[in-house]
């Protein structure tokens, strides 16, 4: 078992800062990608940005330049700067693990919310 905790979350305004949180926890033997997913008020579940256990970073092309993940794997933890914020970044921001044992399995954590006013 894998547990998730997100944090850092909260009410930001437009063009401010925030740094949001993933603590890993439990069995981390296996830990492989992590990354952080976001739900906006009325969407579904996409993916902001993911890194390798090699450290290698991807983005989606709305937060590419804003928007820096990465890990501390000594501590099992990944960070996700977020600068520049818009309006439209307002979302739960949901944490994932890949854990590989000999087989695949996805842990998620319940979430942190970002609300950014314009």
């Known amino acids: 078992q894998v547990q998730l905790v997100e944090s850092g979350g909260g009410m930001v305004q437009a063009g401010g800062s925030v740094r949001l949180s993933c603590a890993a926890s439990?069995?981390?033997?296996?830990?492989?990608?992590m990354a952080w997913y976001r739900q906006g008020p009325e969407t579904q579940r996409d993916i902001v940005a993911t890194?390798?256990?090699?450290?290698?970073?991807t983005y989606t092309e709305s937060v590419k330049g804003r928007f820096t993940l990465t890990r501390d794997f000594a501590n099992h933890t990944i960070w996700l700067q977020m600068n520049n914020l818009k309006p439209e970044d307002t979302a739960l921001y949901i944490c994932?693990?890949?854990?590989?044992?000999?087989?695949?399995?996805?842990?998620w954590g319940r979430g942190t919310q970002v609300t950014v006013s314009s």
């Open positions: 890194i390798t256990r090699s450290g290698i970073t």
């Open positions: 994932y693990a890949m854990v590989r044992r000999g087989h695949q399995a996805d842990y």
């Open positions: 439990g069995n981390l033997r296996g830990i492989a990608d």
